[in-house]
């Protein structure tokens, strides 16, 4: 444990006060504004959200993946734009460079990203190249004192905001695979490098995605991340292992938030002269999300406790993601059903739940692309 017992169960009480006084009343203005106030950024940067995974010695709290995945299980209980913001600076946004970064590398960005000064984003995806991503067309020619990078990455969270990116990029056309891939650090402003419009999507308004695009972008030699040409597809795939496990505790959380209110819903709710909690149609519904819940908290934390110690998670993440996304998108399914009519109502809130929930089973890689990590490690360790 990085925090002691006290600590973090003050911690998490912090967490859940602020989730259930401050950013609950604040869904549906973000939803509609599809914007997260300026003041709830700041609250959010002085909990220390920001850096919740990033080591102390950058500034952040430091949490190890069980402590961490605690924290979104509360987090993950509003609107999924919340945990958005802070998400790529503990997650897909800095942990390439906390696994593989040099230490000049971390010193330069990590204590930033830790108090949010600093937003930062994962460029991976291509128009061409998304669950297929060893084969990113993004290239990072030598330049003079460094790389010339030329390409466009889509469907980028955070870009719009982002001071900092890791960018894959292939250096050697030669090698058309993974082993062709480097991941840059490239800092907003950079000449040549600009954001497109913000993309409109179904849901998780508040948390925003846009194109990044390279036009002769000049980077340093030292924005190469670990200094190492050819590491970088590794680099990327160690990131989403962790960041699948971290996305299945939100899925657990936004769970949890809907059949919390399923419930409530259900047993205020009168028709045929009683509360419909008593029917046991509505029961089984009620029953069928609490057991895949807890299902998938439970793989998410013992997956958590075996990365602490160490273990290659690799396949059990991919487990965790592939189970808890689609549990979560039964579990919203359900509780727009639990509330007939209302559930199909904006101002219920249900609805927004539902379409949110729906990237969870994309993002980070597809259900189907979880599968195939799953199978395919199967074999490989028979
Ligand atoms: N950890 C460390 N290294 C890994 C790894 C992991 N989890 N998975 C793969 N690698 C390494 C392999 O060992 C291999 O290295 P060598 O060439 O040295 O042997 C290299 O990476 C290539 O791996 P692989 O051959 O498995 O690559 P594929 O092109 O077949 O792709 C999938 C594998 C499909 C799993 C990968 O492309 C993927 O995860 N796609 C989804 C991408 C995604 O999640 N996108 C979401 C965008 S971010 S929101």
Redesign the pocket.
């Known amino acids: 444990m990085a925090l002691d017992n006290e600590t973090m169960q003050g911690l998490l009480e912090s967490v859940a006060r602020f989730v259930r006084e401050r950013l609950r009343p604040l869904e549906h203005q973000v939803a509609r504004e599809d914007c997260i106030p300026a003041e709830i950024r700041r609250e959010i940067a002085a909990m220390g959200l920001f850096g919740l995974s990033i080591p102390e010695d950058y500034g952040g709290l430091g949490l190890t993946m069980e402590e961490e995945v605690r924290v979104a299980f509360e987090l993950g209980k509003t609107s999924p734009a919340f945990r958005s913001l802070i998400g790529t600076n503990n997650g ?1 946004g800095s942990q390439g460079l906390i696994m593989d970064g040099t230490e000049e590398q971390k010193q330069r960005y990590l204590p930033r990203l830790a108090s949010g000064e600093l937003i930062s984003s ?1 460029a ?2 291509e128009p061409e190249a ?6 990113l067309k993004t290239s990072a020619r030598r330049g003079e004192g460094g790389y010339v990078l030329n390409g466009t990455k889509r ?1 980028i ?1 955070n870009a719009p905001h982002a001071g900092l990116f890791t960018v894959f990029a292939r250096t050697d056309p030669s090698q058309p ?3 062709g891939v480097s991941a840059f650090l490239v800092e907003a402003g950079t000449p040549g490098l600009s954001c497109g419009p913000i993309d409109r999507k179904m849901g998780q308004s508040g948390s925003h995605t846009s194109d990044v695009i390279f036009e002769d972008c000049h980077v340093p030699s030292d924005a190469l991340l670990g200094g190492r040409e050819g590491q970088g ?2 680099t ?3 990131v ?2 962790r ?1 699948r496990l971290h996305i299945s505790a939100v899925c657990v959380a936004m769970a949890e938030r809907v059949i919390d209110d399923s419930l409530r819903y259900a047993v205020e709710r009168k028709q045929f002269g009683q509360p419909i909690a008593e029917f046991q149609l509505v029961q089984a519904m009620l029953a069928d999300s609490r057991t895949e819940a807890y299902a998938a908290r439970c793989m998410v934390l013992e997956t958590a406790r075996s990365k602490d110690r160490g273990a ?1 998670v ?1 396949t059990d993440a991919a487990c965790c993601k592939l189970f808890a996304s689609e549990m979560v998108g039964r579990v919203v399914d359900r509780a727009v059903q639990i509330h007939g009519g209302a559930g199909y109502i904006a101002d219920h809130g249900i609805e927004r739940f539902y379409r949110d929930a729906r990237l969870f089973r994309i ?4 259900s189907q ?1 979880q599968q ?2 799953i199978a ?1 490690n199967m074999v490989r360790d028979l």
Do not use: C, N, P
């Not at 998304?130 to 084969?135: K, L, M, N």
């Not at 993002?363 to 597809?366: L, M």
């Open positions: 897909i994962f991976l995806t998304g669950s297929d991503a060893a084969s469907f969270t695979g993974a082993r597809f590794r990327a795939m160690k989403l292992d960041g290659d690799a993002y980070e890689g597809t692309i195939i990590v395919r």
